[in-house]
């Protein structure tokens, strides 16, 4: 397909033809908060909402990949920077907990932003983070007896 694109490319090029390239997810998301009747977003210009609703949380789901990626990735590649065995379930809890709290966060305050109501999300966010807490306080209790066992209690 990439040759059937270049050959039609440069086609159009030699006709004089401009073809613009696909829009960008910042032109399409200023698109859309621009419509009518979508968002009451008043005074915000393209780049307060290209950071809005595309940059910040985009920068925050790469960075989660990447950051993952360091642990899981080949370990042939750059070794020293890498691990091949999973975290421990302390630190997934840790770091999961802090990344649904961001995910949340960011989600809650757009839905406010929106104007819509919040009660259920409100509702089920709180019951997760929990669940979570619950969870991570278990393991700590876990590992809290384990090294208790080992260390003969010192």
Same mark, same amino acid.
């Given at each position: 397909?990439?040759? $059937?694109?270049? /050959?039609?490319?440069? =086609?159009?090029?030699?006709?004089? $033809? #401009?073809?613009? &390239?696909? !829009?960008?997810?910042?032109?399409? +998301?200023?698109?859309?908060?621009? #419509?009518? =009747?979508?968002?009451?977003? /008043?005074? +915000?210009?393209?780049? /307060?909402?290209? %950071?809005?609703?595309?940059?910040?949380?985009?920068?925050?789901?790469? =960075?989660?990949?990447?950051?993952? %990626?360091?642990?899981? @990735?080949? !370990?042939?590649?750059? !070794?020293? @920077?890498?691990?091949?065995?999973?975290?421990?379930? /302390?630190?997934?809890?840790?770091? =999961? &907990?802090?990344?649904?709290?961001?995910?949340?966060?960011?989600?809650?305050?757009? *839905?406010? *932003?929106?104007?819509?109501?919040?009660?259920?999300?409100?509702?089920?966010? #709180?019951?997760?983070?929990?669940? +979570?807490?619950? %969870?991570?306080?278990?393991?700590?209790?876990?590992? @809290?007896?384990?090294?208790?066992?080992?260390?003969?209690?010192?």
């Amino acid at each position: 397909m990439s040759v $059937i694109e270049a /050959e039609v490319l440069a =086609g159009a090029d030699r006709a004089g $033809i #401009r073809v613009p &390239g696909p !829009p960008t997810a910042v032109d399409l +998301i200023v698109d859309l908060v621009d #419509r009518p =009747g979508v968002l009451s977003l /008043e005074g +915000i210009d393209r780049d /307060e909402v290209a %950071a809005m609703f595309y940059r910040l949380p985009s920068a925050l789901n790469h =960075g989660v990949v990447h950051g993952v %990626a360091l642990h899981y @990735a080949d !370990p042939t590649h750059d !070794p020293t @920077a890498r691990r091949t065995t999973p975290e421990s379930w /302390e630190h997934t809890l840790v770091v =999961g &907990g802090g990344l649904y709290a961001s995910y949340t966060t960011t989600h809650g305050a757009l *839905l406010v *932003l929106y104007g819509w109501d919040s009660t259920d999300w409100d509702r089920h966010v #709180r019951a997760a983070a929990q669940r +979570i807490a619950e %969870a991570l306080r278990a393991e700590r209790q876990r590992l @809290a007896a384990a090294l208790k066992r080992t260390d003969g209690g010192l």
